[in-house]
T-cell receptor
Framework: GQQVMQIPQYQHVQEGEDFTTYCNSS?????IQWYKQRPGGHPVFLIQ?????EVKKQKRLTFQFGEAKKNSSLHITATQTTDVGTYFC???????????FGKGTSLLVTP | NAGVTQTPKFQVLKTGQSMTLQCAQD?????MSWYRQDPGMGLRLIHY???????DQGEVPNGYNVSRSTTEDFPLRLLSAAPSQTSVYFC??????????????FGPGTRLTVL
């Protein structure tokens, strides 16, 4: 079945540094979604990418979907302490009715 | 709108006990799912439903049952709890994917410990 892998598993940065997490799927994806989970919280939707090579920005966050639609990345510019949390990518499974999540990248930002 | 609600927030069970985790949504979403989250494992799909009366298995369904009698509710039943089921359980719902847009809305989670 579809496998979604994320690297790195953990990342510790100083506030103001940049951060990138990478997501790779074993199969071509119709779309990919990104979620953020704060410590002790629940996953919250960030964005969905659908088109090959798509790039979307949300303030300091930049999301990319690979040309082959098998990989994606999330880049945060000038991290802030509010960026702390775990970032998950997820691909659709079961005809799109549910998601297959990567194991996530946990980001720690120290001031 | 309350969104997706889950009860209880915390639960401790003894091995062999049964219980039901409740999930409800008030957004009239057709699709609902149950995930479990374990340290370092991400979220793994247990069961999902595409509408009232229709359920199917996800990747880790063993030891769990579900039913969907209404659009709003999607309870998860543990028939005989085992320590391996100690986890955080999240319920999620989403719009129809017909428009190829199916953001999942998650509930706050139930933290279950099985002794």
């Amino acid at each position: 079945g579809q496998q979604v892998m994320q690297i790195p598993q953990y990342q510790h940065v100083q506030e103001g540094e940049d951060f990138t997490t990478y997501c790779n799927s074993s199969t071509t994806l119709s779309n990919i979604q990104w979620y953020k989970q704060r410590p002790g919280g629940h996953p919250v939707f960030l964005i969905q990418l659908v088109k090959s090579g798509e790039v979307k920005k949300q303030k300091r966050l930049t999301f990319q979907f690979g040309e082959a639609k098998k990989n994606s990345s999330l880049h945060i510019t000038a991290t802030q302490t509010t960026d702390v949390g775990t970032y998950f990518c997820a691909g659709p499974v079961h005809s799109g009715y549910a998601l297959n999540f990567g194991k996530g990248t946990s980001l720690l930002v120290t001031p | 709108n309350a969104g997706v609600t889950q009860t209880p927030k915390f639960q401790v069970l003894k091995t062999g006990q049964s219980m039901t985790l409740q999930c409800a949504q008030d957004m009239n979403h057709e699709y609902m799912s149950w995930y479990r989250q374990d340290p370092g494992m991400g979220l793994r799909l247990i069961h999902y439903s595409v509408g009232a009366g229709i359920t199917d298995q996800g990747e880790v369904p063993n030891g769990y049952n579900v039913s969907r009698s209404t659009t709003e509710d999607f309870p998860l039943r543990l028939l005989s709890a085992a320590p391996s089921q100690t986890s955080v359980y999240f319920c999620a719902s989403s719009y129809s994917p017909k428009g190829s847009y199916n953001e999942q809305f998650f509930g706050p989670g139930t933290r279950l410990t099985v002794l």
